[in-house]
């Protein structure tokens, strides 16, 4: 079996040489997007920021639907971990760490629905913080999904 699977996955000479002159820009950090943010957020627009609450929209694209047409699992859950730690980043300081994230899914969005996306502060002791994201269709206003986001970042002091 791991033979028939090692064959198939052998190059030719001709791919082999196609991906050699292959050119990969340099990634600038901070200045380009990475292909996970080209690729998974790309369309995420940011509504409205507050003290301890975010409003986006994002439209469901086909590039992340499962084989039904469904927004795919993986990636509400990415939703919920971007925006929840969007929600608690402080520009300048390193980006905090998800310590658990829990997902209640209760409906399914199709390509093409859009979405909001809100994250609200629940309460922040020391370097711990708790969001929670929902994800609601705009037009019918059903709850596609509820996460809870904790995450802990210890930054030095600045004194």
């Given amino acids: 079996m791991m033979e028939r699977a090692n064959e198939f ?4 000479k001709e791919e082999s040489d196609a991906v050699s002159r292959l050119t990969v820009p340099s990634h600038r950090v901070g200045v380009d997007s990475s292909f ?4 998974a957020l790309r369309g995420i627009r940011v509504d409205r920021v507050e003290p301890g609450f975010v409003a986006c929209t994002f439209k469901v694209p086909a590039r992340l639907s499962d084989r039904a047409g469904n927004f795919a699992s993986g990636a ?6 971007e925006v929840g730690g969007a929600l608690v980043h402080v520009e300048g300081l390193p980006m905090n760490v998800s310590v658990d994230m829990c997902i209640s899914y209760l409906s399914t969005a199709k390509v093409n629905d859009e979405l909001e996306v809100t994250s609200k502060l ?3 002791k020391g370097g711990y913080s708790g969001t929670i994201v ?3 269709n705009k ?3 059903e709850l596609i999904a509820e996460g809870r986001h904790s995450l802990f970042g210890k930054h030095a002091s600045k004194m």
Wanted: glycine residues 8%; hydrophobic residues 45%.
């Fill in 9 to 12: 996955l052998q190059l030719t």
């Fill in 36 to 39: 996970y943010e080209h690729f």
């Fill in 76 to 81: 509400v859950a990415n939703l919920v971990d």
């Fill in 122 to 124: 629940l309460g922040r």
């Fill in 134 to 136: 929902h994800l609601r």
């Fill in 139 to 141: 037009a019918t206003g």
